[in-house]
Structures are given as structure tokens and as C-alpha cells.
């Protein structure tokens, strides 16, 4: 894997992580105001922005926008499993991996080439 291919996977899977705390990261403050985990939200989006919007520039280079938005989905749900895991201490079930496993399956097709 060329150093083209390999930096959108690094900004994409960077982005992710400051998104996944972005729009979960509050749940372990139910206690805070609505308006403050926003704003706290609003600034930890700016960050994944500052990743996501050049790792897509970067990235369309050598990858079409399917291929993109297909490698940011499967990115997210593994940075989503280890948060839920890790931070919210939320167990993933069977059904969860089922569910996972048909999205990277939708992937592979995405990746596999035409037909």
C-alpha cells in the first residue's frame, strides 16, 4: 500500500475517533446540560472536520467517492465498537456482529470491482 493509499485511512480513522466522541462522548454526562455538551460537541466536530474533509480531499486521488464513504463506515463502526466497549462499557451481542459483518460484506462488494 502506497503512502497515497495509506493517509486517507489514517486522517479517516483520526476523524473518527474525535467524531465517535463528538456524538457519544457525552453519555457518560447525563448530568450536564444539553447546551454544554453541544458546544463541547460542536468543538470536538471542528477537530474531525480538520481530519475528515482531508483525508477525503487526499483520498479521492486514489479512491472513488464509493470507496471513501465505504472505508469511513467500516472505520466507524470499529472505533464505535471499541468506544461502546471501552467507554460506555456496553457489551456487543451476536446480533451486533451479524450486523457488522453484513456492512463489511456491502465493503467487499464496494472494493471487489465490477462483475
Not at 485511512?9 to 457518560?28: I, R
Request: positive net charge.
Amino acid at each position: 500500500m502506497t503512502p497515497a493509499h495509506l493517509l486517507p485511512l489514517v486522517l479517516l480513522a483520526a476523524s473518527n475517533v474525535f467524531m465517535t466522541f463528538a456524538w457519544y462522548g457525552h453519555l457518560k454526562f447525563p448530568g450536564k446540560p444539553l447546551a454544554v455538551v453541544i458546544l463541547v460537541s460542536w468543538g470536538i466536530a471542528l477537530i474531525e472536520y480538520c481530519l475528515a474533509v482531508p483525508a477525503n480531499r487526499i483520498g479521492h486521488r486514489v479512491y472513488t467517492a464509493a470507496e471513501l464513504k465505504t472505508m469511513q463506515e467500516v472505520i466507524t463502526l470499529i472505533v464505535f465498537a471499541g468506544f461502546s466497549v471501552l467507554i460506555l462499557k456496553e457489551a456487543l451481542t451476536v446480533n451486533h456482529a451479524i450486523g457488522f459483518g453484513f456492512i463489511a460484506l456491502g465493503a467487499w462488494f464496494v472494493f471487489r470491482g465490477p462483475f
